[in-house]
């Protein structure tokens, strides 16, 4: 079974700061990476994805996303973040089945940023 | 709204009571999930569904029945639950594995 590791839980940052966000994962095969976040009373919304191809990956809200597979990682990163990007992150992973079919997201503990003004 | 539709947002229920938490999804998606959001914990796949075909029930007590009656519903049918299992109940669907949309989620309380 698959695993991730989300190594900070708490991050408390000011605004214009850079961030990273660690997450790692264990699964011996090929898998799918995700990043989502969780604003305060909302529901869980997709910030990128990783299938193939460029490991370095865009998503909404300038955030970027870089796997690299000798390291198991796929850290999501901005170069400066605003009060708005409070909330909570988790990172997901899932297997990648090339003929399709259902699998569900293994998720990591998630890290509560906040973002001083 | 994310095109996952769940009801109600908050169920209050004692120990002994009957429920059901509904999904419905508008996406065309072919694969559903139930999950558990509780502090302190990862969030915690429960049950899958592929074509309406349950694929995985990850060791979820008996308390817990999942039907899906077609692609684009699911619920979630409580009976006799206990106080640790309040928390925040998600759904989601999926075209196979590619994209995941998540609905807001039915807020239980078990007293």
């Known amino acids: 079974a698959q695993s991730v590791s989300q190594h900070n839980h708490h991050v408390i940052l000011s605004e214009a700061a850079s961030l990273e966000l660690g997450c790692n994962y264990s699964?011996?095969?090929?898998?799918?990476l995700f990043w989502y976040v969780q604003y305060p009373g909302q529901h869980l919304q997709l910030l990128l994805k990783?299938?193939?191809?460029?490991?370095l990956v865009k998503g909404i809200k300038g955030f970027e996303a870089e796997f690299i597979k000798s390291k198991f990682s796929f850290n999501l990163r901005k170069p400066s973040v605003q009060w708005s990007d409070t909330a909570e992150y988790f990172c997901?992973?899932?297997?990648?089945?090339?003929?399709?079919?259902?699998?569900?997201?293994?998720f990591g503990k998630g890290t509560h940023l906040i973002i001083q003004p | 709204e994310t095109g996952v539709t769940q009801t109600p947002r908050h169920l209050v229920m004692g120990m002994t009571n009957k429920k059901s938490l509904k999904c419905e999804q508008h996406?065309?998606?072919?694969?559903m999930y139930w999950y558990k959001q509780s502090a302190k914990k990862p969030l915690e796949l429960m049950f899958v569904?592929?074509?309406?075909?349950?694929?995985e029930n990850n060791s979820v007590p008996s308390r817990f029945s999942p039907e899906c009656p077609n692609s684009s519903h699911l619920f979630l049918h409580l009976h006799t639950l206990q106080p640790e299992d309040s928390a925040l109940y998600l759904c989601?669907?999926?075209?196979?594995?590619?994209?995941?949309?998540f609905g807001s989620g039915t807020r239980l309380t078990v007293v």
């Open positions: 990783y299938f193939s191809g460029d490991p």
């Open positions: 699964y011996g095969g090929t898998v799918n």
């Open positions: 996406l065309g998606h072919n694969a």
């Open positions: 569904y592929s074509l309406e075909e349950r694929v």
């Open positions: 989601a669907s999926s075209q196979d594995t590619y994209g995941y949309t």
């Open positions: 997901a992973v899932n297997r990648a089945y090339s003929g399709g079919g259902a699998d569900g997201l293994t």
